[in-house]
């Protein structure tokens, strides 16, 4: 299907949905790739991966760029030539970006029930208040949602999720929570922005403008 959904926020943000419906051959069409894209491309052995890489380059089009003004650093942070933020991801059947006047991250998960079992080596700060969830996969993605957009804003080594990325307690029907990167010498606030798409849940997040 064309673009899935689209999002805007504060700070000219914008945030575009992919649901991947399209065929590799029908992605291929419509969209001019760098030789950096095509190599990466090239080298990609499921199909699923290089659906969603294309797929990626549509969502890029209807933000108004192409691939030739997308390109990584050398940790991988994808940046973009007119020097606004990007931030990249992909799950499933599901890809987003988002693009913004300052440094943002973003995330898509599917919800299941797996990440009952891997929250020990990501919650930490959120231990107290997550005994009480009422659905614990729903909000469990939210919190890990928001704690893989900040390791994507920040892209720095040594990040953990569990002792420097802290999430506040929310409400899911808020749509909305803060939380902060404890990091050596940095203590920096975020919005954190979650939402239901079909079974899989988007965060994102933007600086908090308040300390």
Known sequence: MPLFK??????????????????????????????????????????????????????????GYTDLDLYYSEHGKPHLTDEKYISITHSFEFTAIIISDVSIGIDIE??????????????????????????????????WGAKESMYKLY??????????????????????????????QDNLKFDVFFQEVENFMLAYVIPSRND
């Not at 504060?10 to 419509?30: D, P």
């Not at 090239?42 to 290089?50: A, D, G, I, P």
């Not at 009952?116 to 469990?140: C, H, N, T, W």
């Open 6 to 63: 689209s999002i805007n926020n504060r700070e000219n943000t914008q945030v575009y949905i992919w649901k991947i419906t399209e065929s590799e051959a029908y992605l291929r069409t419509g969209i001019e790739l760098s030789e950096n894209s095509k190599n990466r491309l090239f080298t990609m052995s499921s199909e699923l991966h290089r659906r969603g890489f294309l797929s990626i380059r549509h969502l890029l089009i209807h933000a």
């Open 110 to 143: 599917k919800q299941r029930e797996k990440i009952m079992r891997i929250a020990p080596k990501f919650i930490g700060y959120e231990d107290e208040f997550i005994k009480s969830l009422e659905d614990p996969v729903k909000e469990l993605t939210v919190i």
């Open 155 to 184: 892209g720095k080594k040594g990040l953990g999720f569990k002792a420097h990325c802290l999430v506040a307690s929310f409400e899911m029907e808020d749509l909305s929570t803060v939380a902060r990167i404890v990091y050596e």
